[in-house]
């Protein structure tokens, strides 16, 4: 019976998402694709999966080229 308990446990562990620290790093690239500029990194505290999102919606448009990564 404690066998079953102990694994059961672990298997809740194992679903359940952990919260940890990620950076949101925003990288700039002008329209002619010469050179990379990292002009934003954002300290964020969450599960990847959620952040993620967060992070790729800072991408801007317009004459210079934005990509945000989670990292």
Same mark, same amino acid.
């Given at each position: 019976?404690?066998?079953? $308990? #102990? $694994? ?6 194992? #679903?359940? =998402?952990?919260?940890? *620290? ?7 690239? @002008? =329209?002619?694709?010469?050179? *990379?500029?990292? $002009? ?11 952040? !993620?999102?967060?992070?790729? !919606? !800072?991408?801007? @448009?317009? =004459? #210079?080229?934005? $990509?945000?990564?989670?990292?």
């Amino acid at each position: 019976m404690k066998k079953i $308990i #102990l $694994i059961a446990a672990l298997g809740v562990f194992g #679903l359940t =998402s952990c919260t940890k *620290d990620f950076v949101c790093q925003c990288t700039t690239r @002008d =329209s002619a694709e010469i050179q *990379d500029e990292v $002009i934003e990194k954002t300290p964020m505290i969450g599960t990847r999966k959620n952040l !993620k999102e967060t992070c790729e !919606k !800072k991408e801007a @448009d317009g =004459s #210079l080229i934005t $990509i945000c990564k989670l990292f």
